[in-house]
């Protein structure tokens, strides 16, 4: 019981903030809580740490696939890397009202880090956390 519910608040904690600021829906929190529940706090820490990974990886391959439809995001965020770059502060610059934003569906990277995570489990790797 407590190895579920530690693991169910770690799940939870961990995207709770992205949910708060717009960055993710509900049903990713959730199923990176359910996550957390069944693999406990450890394992749920580890799976989180290749869904990032591959979320990432999935990111790029979503924003090149459809460059032409987000240019105009790739092009703002590249100006804001080139400005902290050569000044070391970040300015935020505000995206147009007619801006699409990339849909993500982070739940194929939350079930794709969980399943690497747990098949390296599963084939012997021990992690070192």
Not at 41 to 51: K, N, Q
Not at 91 to 118: N, R
């Amino acid at each position: 019981m407590i190895f579920s519910a530690g693991g169910l608040a770690l799940g939870l904690a961990l995207l709770i903030f992205p949910y708060l600021m717009g960055g993710m829906g509900a049903g990713d929190v959730k199923l990176m809580a359910v996550v957390g529940g069944i693999l406990g706090a450890r394992d749920a820490f580890v799976a989180f740490l290749f869904i990032c990974v591959l979320g990432g990886i999935y990111a790029l391959i979503v924003l090149l696939i459809s460059r032409k439809d987000y240019g105009a995001s790739i092009s703002r965020y590249a100006a804001m890397l080139k400005t902290f770059a050569a000044t070391g502060h970040l300015i935020a610059i505000p995206a147009a009202k007619d801006e699409k934003k990339p849909k993500l569906c982070y739940g194929v990277a939350i079930a794709s880090g969980t399943l690497f995570s747990v098949f390296l489990e599963s084939s012997g790797y021990v992690f070192p956390i």
